[in-house]
């Protein structure tokens, strides 16, 4: 079966201290791979995707990047953190290419800067 | 564009009583449409999905049916638990299985 990790789960960061979020997915290969954002009262927003190695889509322009290193592995990253980069971040991932397949979720990260 | 409009505000009922949370959606073609549910501290979930107009999701007594017609896919539950607190969010998957959310709804269910 498919599973989807990510870590830290929590973590506090001080304003312009570099940021490093990172997913593997196991079980399957060549997965669609998402970071979404929650932020506090407005919902959930699409920050990038991925259809493969090294190819990156950003959906919102903003202080994040994202890499795909590996088949399985998306990471999040910032080089200074803002206080508005503050909220829940998740990562996810589905099968290619059929708009009806599910999109299934990590555990989250909550990311506050101070 | 794509987007997903849910009911405002937080919904608070009493235990065994009917729920139902309205998301309507606008699109371009014709989209899949999922219920998620996202416990306190927790991940998202998937609740259940439709991938043509007509088809009815379920899961755990929770049902909703994709309304082409209307543009909905509101969802129902006949009978709430406690167990069913948590928050739901209706979405849209368009190109690469990118998901447009609504801002959700809290659901509190009294004992």
């Known amino acids: 079966s498919q599973t989807i990790h990510q870590w830290p789960a929590t973590l506090v960061q001080p304003v312009g201290s570099p940021l490093s979020l990172e997913c593997t997915v196991e079980?399957?290969?060549?997965?669609?791979l998402y970071w979404y954002r929650q932020a506090a009262g407005r919902g959930l927003q699409l920050l990038f995707y991925?259809?493969?190695?090294?190819?990156i889509s950003s959906e919102v322009p903003q202080n994040l990047s994202a890499s795909r290193p590996q088949d399985r592995q998306f990471i999040l990253s910032s080089k200074k953190l803002l206080l508005s980069d503050s909220g829940f971040y998740l990562c996810?991932?589905?099968?290619?290419?059929?708009?009806?397949?599910?999109?299934?979720f990590g555990e989250g990260s909550w990311l506050t800067v101070v | 564009g794509n987007s997903v409009t849910q009911m405002e505000g937080p919904v608070t009922l009493s235990e065994e009583a009917f729920l139902t949370i309205n998301c309507t959606y606008t699109?371009?073609?014709?989209?899949?449409l999922f219920w998620y549910v996202q416990y306190p501290g927790e991940g998202l979930q998937l609740l259940l999905k439709?991938?043509?107009?007509?088809d009815k999701g379920s899961n755990k007594g929770f049902e909703a049916t994709y309304r082409k017609e209307t543009t909905s896919f509101h969802l129902e539950k006949g009978s709430v638990q406690v167990s069913d607190s948590a928050v739901y969010f209706c979405?849209?998957?368009?190109?690469?299985?990118?998901?447009?959310f609504g801002k959700g709804n809290q659901v509190v269910v009294i004992p």
């Open positions: 996810a991932w589905s099968l290619t290419a059929f708009s009806g397949n599910t999109i299934y």
């Open positions: 991925s259809v493969g190695i090294g190819q």
């Open positions: 079980g399957t290969s060549n997965p669609n």
């Open positions: 439709a991938t043509k107009a007509d």
């Open positions: 699109a371009t073609g014709y989209p899949s």
């Open positions: 979405a849209l998957s368009y190109g690469n299985n990118r998901l447009a």
